[in-house]
């Protein structure tokens, strides 16, 4: 079932900005993980952090983890045309691969 | 990277068909691999967790003699759509989970099923 929550639903910024998305959960997780998803096409990984990980970053992307709030962020710098996807967090609550995906937040990147 | 392969990519069908879909691991052998159903604009939903040589796990729902689910070796699983409805309509994707040290998890790219 669906877990995740994702805010806001779109976005859309200019070349070079800065696009952070968040994403709530409901139950206690082993780790979450973010993907980006481009217009009719499978899932790419970006990042996954785990419980005990408040932060990481990987590239242009920062992701944190509050698990008191049960909430992440991804924030993209430095936003790029390519950045244009879908955007998804997913829940993994006791390491077996089993991912429970959220809503997504669609983020347009304007040149 | 590993690469999951997924065919076909797209397929039309008529009503009452039967359609199956394959998820192939290329370059490493996946011992789980997972199907999920995605409408659009709309997330993943997890459909079933396919087990190399065992049955497969639905979730709750997802009704098992309508997609039928066969994990016949370590690098290739099929999702067949028996007697297929408009509202089967959907894009389906499968992950593969490494058996390796890693355990890493890759997505294909989708397989889009439209049933006339």
């Known amino acids: 079932s669906q877990q995740g929550e994702e805010d806001p639903q779109a976005l859309s910024i200019q070349e070079g900005e800065n696009a952070t998305m968040n994403c709530s959960y409901k139950t206690s997780i082993n780790n979450l993980q973010w993907y980006r998803q481009n217009s009719g096409r499978g899932l790419v990984h970006l990042i996954l952090i785990r419980s005990n990980e408040r932060e990481k970053h990987s590239g242009r992307l920062r992701v944190t983890l509050d698990t008191s709030k049960k909430s992440s962020s991804l924030l993209i710098t430095a936003s790029r045309a390519a950045d244009t996807a879908s955007y998804f967090c997913a829940t993994d609550l006791s390491n077996d691969y089993k991912l429970s995906f959220g809503a997504g937040t669609t983020v347009t990147v304007r040149a | ?116």
């Open chain 2, 1 to 116: 990277g590993a690469v999951v392969s997924q065919h076909p990519s797209r397929v039309i069908c008529k009503s009452g068909t039967s359609v199956k879909i394959e998820c192939r691991s290329l370059d490493f052998q996946a011992t789980t691999m997972f199907w999920y159903r995605q409408f659009p604009k709309q997330s993943l939903m997890l459909m079933a967790t396919s087990n190399e040589g065992s049955k497969a796990t639905y979730e709750q729902g997802v009704e098992k003699d309508k997609f039928l689910i066969n994990h016949a070796s370590l690098t290739l699983s099929t999702l067949t759509v028996t007697s297929a409805h408009p509202e089967d309509s959907s894009f389906y994707i499968c992950s593969a989970r490494e058996g390796g040290r890693t355990g890493e998890l890759f997505f294909g790219e989708g397989s889009r099923l439209t049933v006339l």
